[in-house]
């Protein structure tokens, strides 16, 4: 989207929400892929308020009115639940604030969709795994996140995107990425192409495995990246996952693997040097128990048996993603220079690579658990 656009559509949404006082600021905030985020500042009597306020991307989410929905639905759902147990509404899930129209979203003079959230204080979110502890708490938050909706009525919920997490059908959006090749990159990526054309079986494993009823179908975040879960500054604990976009019927399998793809990489989703790239095993185990403990009973052994064959899917979907976007073009994820969508491929797929060859000790570190 233009930059000018975006600039003046933020400066119309920043005064377009119910908020008392005066504006203060807007400034951009956190390195999501897909939304565009500020952090904007209000003052009144001398008490200053923050809003994350967001932009959001159309191309991917195309129903926004249906997604703020499913936000709401959700995060009405958890406030109960976390009102039952004692915590703090405000803080332990996403509150969002409304239009000046009533409306849970700010339409700009573009017809670009809009929301603000009150800025949760003093957490801070995981852009990398520099203390392992950290990544462990993550973990139980995620599991926990889960658990609170195991019982959310899955069919209230739209798909925001269609078959978000469907393996298979996103092999087939790859193969024919490659196979119209719009920019002219296939020849020099044959290396990767074929490390994901090789694992076709990786692709079909979930589907079929849920087809055969052998794995439940759940509410699930599906974006499960640790800068999507904040951690509370002053407990050191997980206090609220956040990014909800993409709450809808999934995998619990799929959002430890995302975790473990993302977090428990040695290296940065976009490391040029892929020597050091690797799946740390200490953190898959840490991350493993407390998914598991955060869970709190309710997965199957199915599904925990499965958690090894997750964070693989996942990964290999990821980088399979992150190719097709680098060959058609870069449409989808944001990227900050030309090849960026294809360094983040190449860590995925050094990182399937690497499971491969750590796949007893993967499995072996689940079995503990079951
Ligand atoms: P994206 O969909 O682009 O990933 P996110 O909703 O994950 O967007 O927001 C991006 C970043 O902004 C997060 O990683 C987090 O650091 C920060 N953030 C977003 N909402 C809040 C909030 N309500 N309170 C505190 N930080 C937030
Ligand atoms: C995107 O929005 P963000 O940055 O949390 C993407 C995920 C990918 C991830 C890769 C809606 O997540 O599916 O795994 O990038 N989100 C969407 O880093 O496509
Ligand atoms: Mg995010």
Redesign the pocket.
């Known amino acids: 989207m233009n930059q000018d656009t975006l600039h003046t559509g933020m400066q119309e949404a920043a005064r377009g929400f119910a908020v008392e006082g005066e504006f203060v600021e807007c400034k951009p905030?956190?390195?999501?892929?897909?939304?565009?985020?500020y952090?904007m500042t209000f003052r009144q009597d001398g008490v200053v308020s923050r809003?994350?306020l967001?932009h959001m991307?159309r191309a991917v989410f195309t129903d926004p009115v249906s997604l703020m929905d499913n936000v709401l639905h959700v995060t009405e759902y958890l406030k109960d639940q976390i009102r039952e147990q004692g915590g703090d509404p405000h803080r332990e899930t996403?509150?969002f604030v409304r239009a000046k129209t009533g409306e849970p979203y700010f339409v700009d003079s573009f017809g670009e969709y809009w929301r603000a959230?009150?800025?949760?204080?003093d957490?801070?979110?995981l852009?990398e795994t520099s203390d392992p502890q950290d990544f462990y708490e993550s973990a139980v938050a995620f599991g926990h996140f889960q658990k609170m909706l195991a019982e959310f009525p899955a069919d209230s919920l739209t798909e925001t995107i269609a078959g978000f997490h469907d393996t298979k059908a996103r092999y087939e959006i790859f193969q024919k990425a490659v196979e119209a090749d719009v920019c002219g990159r296939a020849a020099a990526v044959q290396e990767e192409i074929r490390f994901v054309q090789e694992r076709y079986d990786v692709a079909c494993v979930l589907g079929d495995l849920l087809a055969e009823g052998k794995l439940p179908l759940r509410v699930t975040h599906n974006?499960t990246?640790s800068?999507?879960v904040?951690i509370d500054e002053a407990t050191g604990k997980g206090l609220?996952v956040?990014?909800?976009?993409t709450v809808m019927p999934g995998l619990a399998v799929n959002d430890f693997g995302d975790s473990i793809r993302f977090g428990a990489s040695t290296g940065a989703e976009d490391e040029k040097d892929l020597t050091k790239i690797s799946c740390d095993m200490k953190l898959y185990d840490l991350y493993t128990k407390g998914f598991i403990e955060g869970c709190g009973g309710i997965l199957t052994d199915m599904e925990i048996k499965c958690l090894p064959i997750g964070a693989k899917v996942m990964t290999y979907e990821c980088g399979m993603r992150f190719l097709t976007d680098y060959l058609s073009g870069d449409t989808y994820f944001k990227i900050a220079y030309p090849e960026h969508n294809l360094d983040r491929a190449r860590t995925q797929l050094k990182l399937v690579a690497d499971m491969e060859a750590k796949w007893d000790q993967m499995e072996k570190i689940v079995e503990k658990y079951l």
């Open positions: 905030w956190g390195n999501g892929h897909i939304n565009d985020t952090i809003y994350s967001q991307n996403l509150d959230y009150h800025f949760i204080e957490a801070y979110a852009e974006d990246k800068n999507n904040l609220c956040i990014d909800l976009d």
